[in-house]
């Protein structure tokens, strides 16, 4: 059985930074492209950024691109996202996400 299970979300001031850990079981992660969606309130799913099996291509949103770092570690099956100069915006439930499977989500608010 496939298990997302998110963490690292949290409160945060504009400009802060925050890391966020999926850790996955259930499948054989090292073969799988994983990536990071949000979810703002009253918002559609939205693509963050997502990343190949070795950790070397990636893809973000243009709102996030130079602000935000996908990362994975396959012996710990582990995907992360570093955020970096957070906004108001960036204020979201983010999800670990491999295909259509997805996590509990963690929340993400950035505010003054």
């Known amino acids: 059985q496939v298990q997302l299970v998110e963490s690292g979300g949290g409160s945060v001031q504009p400009g802060g930074s925050l890391r966020l850990s999926c850790v996955a079981s259930?499948?054989?992660?090292?073969?799988?492209?994983m990536a990071w969606f949000r979810q703002a309130p009253g918002k559609e799913l939205e693509f963050v950024a997502n990343l190949d099996v070795h950790g070397r291509i990636t893809y973000y949103h243009p709102s996030v691109k130079g602000r935000f770092t996908i990362s994975r570690d396959n012996a710990a099956n582990t995907l992360y996202l570093q955020m970096n100069a957070l906004k108001a915006e960036d204020t979201a439930v983010y999800y670990c996400?491999?295909?259509?499977?997805r996590g509990q989500g963690t929340q993400v608010t950035v505010s003054s």
């Open positions: 259930g499948f054989i992660f090292a073969n799988n492209v």
């Open positions: 996400r491999k295909d259509t499977i």
